[in-house]
């Protein structure tokens, strides 16, 4: 029989056990053993039962242990411990507080996600776990952060599988009240309620939650509040669910609303209000123009409310593909955001602007949230290396006539964090184990792999249907003893779940091989509206399922952050192998690698960045290894060639060095793979520290917040209106700007030798103060292109002018300090000291075709 109602009724704890409240809603336990073990110790089954959140454990404790343990003196003195341990992380100076410099007062950062914990479901994947990471790490280095999400009452989907291995979604209801979550209320009692106008009369209205993640605050926002109409009470429903209009009320919500209520949790709490605003991923873009609306509340006009709000705001962008940016209607996102919507006031055009891809190719009836999120900060990154040249290519049409490498978006690699990834087993290591001892390690934690594979595997047959009596077999499943390879993600078609089965009679003998066996472990969840992933999923079961490797390779369901923990720690070895250069990041590897698990991976995102022969193995592309070229998959021939050659590689790979190096038990007597142990030591003791969150949120800190907040200082209203003013004139004059003539004297093009550079520019109406005129030089290819990385930028100066045509004398020497084919142009930019980057106006002048090509491009050989 169904209720027709839900409520929790909260447990109440004996006076000398109130700590474990607090412990319990402070999500540090989530990363911090001791809190764990004193939970485990209340109630060891119950624990179990309620999965580790002790959130569910106390609620379901029986009233007479909840005595028992408020007698026992030495429970209390445990309690007494860990509580006021977290009253010191909570208020004791952390790295934050004692760096130098003017730091920022405090950070928002928003995001669709955040993957804090099992017990908080409110991820699907990546972006959801980075964030997470990202706030856990802020609270360890006593990083100011507010973090602002949305609170989805079903959260992502849980998967199960149909007994022909069709993935089956299911959506849990979740009660926030029954989740380490409390309410955002007003000084009298009453609720926190952020409001959004929406076209026709309606509103939506949404409740805070916050979730305290160590020192961090998480604000999610709820739309299941009563007043709310059905269809305004859903927004929250699901995350990534629903139609378009469904997505861009949730962002709107997210982005509008967060901002209200990031200004009402600071007015409530006395919290510093935020001077930089992190945007994670396109999905929050939406709050940059409520904090433009908030200054045009108070008169300021448009445009110097853009540069105010710029100042302060940074953009990361996660998706090196056009096709994984969110982009809605002009016309839906022009009805909720004009007078009848969200901004009255604001000028829609204007807005609409922002979102235009105006670049070749573009769509110019979309609006594109990635594309508002460049032009709404100032600083914009990608989340590793390779992503970053990735996104400078994929973005350059917003700066047409400048160089990608020139292209104002710059990289910092994402960190995974270290007390929630990494088994306690690892942790308790002493400094310079022996190889018995890190044998040992990797063989008990590959132990406790194979018994949750089981137990897993157990229950997923279950639910598909079958019997007690038919499932003698898992006892059998995986050996402790074999290689072990854990593959594990979201299920897109670029991520190639089923490449290492592209041969299955080689793959088959890859697993039952006589001496040297492998077994692969496989987990991961497609997009409930993506048959084609369903599709590999069902096509990975069906192998695993045959009799005959089904002790060698399982398919867990239902992928998540309690199974991954397993996963990382138990894995010999991390394989993926995207389509490079498609993986942002891809962070799973790292924390595979913080507990000694060597990676196996296409050299993409962060291993492309990281890798060594001493961390594990690079997988051969099949592209010439550059950005932008090579087969990427789009045609269908190109896509079969490349996945036959790169899952050859694998299996070679697999066959020729992985496993014989694992099953080498050594020349010297020992009996241990010495090689292999070798690769775990400087895989925990060099690549761990690179990888580590920690280091991430110190970049973001050092390279993008502290700039911002100091951009954001410097930009109050009257200095963002005269710079909004110089932007406007600029733009007005540039059609105006024109290189005249160039010419160079040289008396010898021989290595030590330079160059005295001569140029004429008509500035129109601008002043010489308005630009930087320079000379940009550097080796040249075949067809007189200056090769970006390699270019050096030299600033002439004003030395005449203007003459009788308006135009002014540029000079300089340009240095002749490199052999071979040699080149220089020149070229105009805009130039002003509050610019944070020479391209931000997405301005340049060059020098006119019929200038004359050798005297244009100056090249000169030698």
């Given at each position: 029989m169904k209720a027709i109602r839900r409520f929790s009724v909260r447990p109440v704890l004996p006076e000398p056990l109130r700590p474990l409240g607090d412990l319990a809603h402070n999500l540090r336990w989530s990363w911090h053993t001791e809190t764990r073990e004193l939970f485990r110790s209340v109630d060891p089954d119950g624990w179990r039962a309620a999965a580790g959140d002790p959130v569910r454990l106390l609620g379901a404790v029986p009233a007479?242990?909840?005595?028992?343990?408020?007698?026992?003196?030495?429970?209390?003195?445990?309690?007494?411990?860990?509580?006021?341990?977290?009253?010191?992380?909570?208020?004791?100076?952390?790295?934050?507080?004692?760096?130098?410099?003017?730091?920022?007062?405090?950070?928002?950062?928003?995001?669709?996600?955040?993957?804090?914990?099992?017990?908080?479901?409110?991820?699907?994947?990546?972006?959801?776990?980075?964030?997470?990471?990202?706030?856990?790490a802020a609270s360890d280095l006593g990083v100011p952060l507010i973090g602002v999400g949305l609170l989805y009452r079903h959260g992502y989907f849980r998967q199960s599988l149909s007994r022909d291995g069709w993935q089956q979604e299911h959506y849990p209801v979740l009660d926030p009240n029954e989740m380490p979550l409390e309410l955002l209320r007003e000084p009298g009692g009453a609720p926190t309620r952020v409001e959004l106008r929406l076209p026709g009369g309606r509103t939506l209205r949404a409740h805070v939650w916050r979730a305290r993640v160590g020192r961090v605050p998480l604000l999610l926002l709820d739309s299941d509040v009563e007043e709310n109409a059905p269809r305004e009470r859903d927004v929250t429903d699901r995350l990534y669910g629903g139609g378009s209009e469904h997505r861009l009320l949730q962002e709107m919500l997210l982005g509008i609303g967060g901002v209200r209520a990031v200004r009402a949790y600071c007015r409530v709490t006395g919290h510093p209000d935020p001077e930089v605003f992190h945007t994670n991923e396109g999905h929050a873009g939406f709050l940059g123009l409520e904090r433009i609306r908030e200054l045009s509340e108070r008169g300021v006009p448009f445009d110097t409310a853009l540069e105010a709000v710029r100042a302060g705001t940074v953009f990361t962008t996660h998706t090196p593909v056009p096709a994984g940016i969110d982009r809605f209607d002009r016309d839906l996102v022009a009805r909720h955001l004009g007078d009848d919507g969200e901004l009255p006031g604001v000028d829609v055009e204007r807005v609409l602007r922002l979102g235009t891809e105006t670049y070749p190719g573009g769509a110019p009836d979309l609006f594109n949230m990635a594309v508002m999120g460049l032009r709404l900060a100032q600083r914009a990154n990608g989340v590793s290396t390779l992503h970053g040249a990735v996104s400078r290519e994929m973005f350059s049409g917003l700066w047409p006539g400048f160089d990608t490498t020139e292209v104002p978006i710059a990289s910092v690699t994402n960190g995974v964090h270290a007390p929630t990834w990494t088994a306690d087993e690892v942790r308790a290591l002493r400094d310079d184990p022996g190889d018995a001892e890190l044998w040992e390690l990797r063989r008990t934690l590959r132990e406790h792999l194979v018994h949750e594979v089981r137990r897993r595997l157990y229950a997923s047959w279950r639910q598909r249907g079958a019997s007690?009596?038919?499932?003698?077999?898992?006892?059998?499943?995986?050996?402790?003893?074999?290689?072990?390879?854990?593959?594990?993600?979201?299920?897109?078609?670029?991520?190639?779940?089923?490449?290492?089965?592209?041969?299955?009679?080689?793959?088959?003998d890859l697993l039952l091989h006589p001496s040297r066996p492998v077994q692969f472990v496989v987990a991961g969840k497609a997009h409930p509206a993506d048959d084609g992933g369903k599709r590999l999923i069902q096509e990975l079961v069906r192998f695993a399922d045959d009799p005959r490797v089904r002790h060698r390779i399982v398919f867990l369901p239902d992928y998540g952050m309690g199974m991954a923990q397993r996963l990382y720690t138990g894995c010999d070895v991390w394989l993926n192998n995207p389509l490079r250069p498609l993986e942002a990041c891809g962070t799973s590897g790292m924390k595979a690698a913080l507990n000694g698990c060597l990676n196996l991976s296409v050299l993409d995102g962060w291993w492309d960045e990281w890798y060594e022969p001493d961390f594990g193995w690079a997988i051969p592309t099949a592209d010439d290894g550059t950005v932008g070229d090579g087969p990427l998959g789009d045609d269908p021939e190109n896509r079969e060639r490349r996945d036959a050659i790169e899952a050859a590689a694998l299996y070679e790979l697999l066959e020729e060095h992985v496993a014989p190096c694992f099953y080498d038990r050594g020349v010297t007597g020992s009996g241990l793979p010495e090689r292999w142990i070798e690769m775990v030591r400087q895989t925990l003791g060099r690549l761990g520290p690179k990888v580590l969150a920690d280091r991430m949120v110190r970049e973001y800190v050092e390279r993008l917040y502290t700039p911002a907040a100091r951009a954001h200082r410097t930009l109050d209203v009257p200095t963002a209106g005269r710079l909004a003013e110089w932007k406007a004139r600029v733009r007005a004059g540039w059609p105006h700007v024109a290189i005249d003539h160039v010419e160079s004297v040289c008396e010898s093009v021989e290595l030590g030798g330079s160059l005295a550079l001569r140029v004429r520019v008509a500035l129109g109406g601008l002043e010489p103060g308005d630009v930087e005129v320079q000379a940009v030089a550097g080796r040249v290819d075949e067809s007189d292109s200056i090769a970006g990385a390699d270019a050096v930028r030299v600033p002439l100066k004003v030395s005449d002018g203007p003459d009788e045509n308006g135009s002014w004398l540029y000079e300089g020497p340009l240095a002749l300090d490199r052999t071979g084919s040699f080149g220089y142009t020149v070229r105009v930019l805009p130039a002003h000291p509050l610019l944070a980057s020479p391209a931000e106006l997405g301005l340049v002048a060059l020098p006119p075709d019929d200038l004359g090509a050798r005297e244009a491009a100056g090249v000169l050989m030698r």
């Open positions: 007479g242990r909840l005595r028992e343990l408020a007698q026992d003196r030495g429970f209390l003195r445990r309690l007494a411990v860990v509580a006021g341990d977290l009253q010191d992380y909570l208020t004791e100076p952390r790295w934050y507080q004692r760096a130098e410099g003017e730091l920022p007062a405090a950070i928002a950062y928003f995001s669709p996600e955040f993957g804090i914990t099992a017990a908080l479901p409110q991820y699907s994947g990546g972006l959801g776990i980075l964030a997470g990471d990202h706030l856990k007690h009596a038919e499932l003698g077999w898992i006892d059998g499943v995986l050996d402790p003893e074999v290689l072990t390879v854990g593959f594990a993600r979201r299920v897109p078609s670029y991520k190639r779940l089923t490449l290492m089965l592209r041969d299955r009679e080689r793959f088959t």
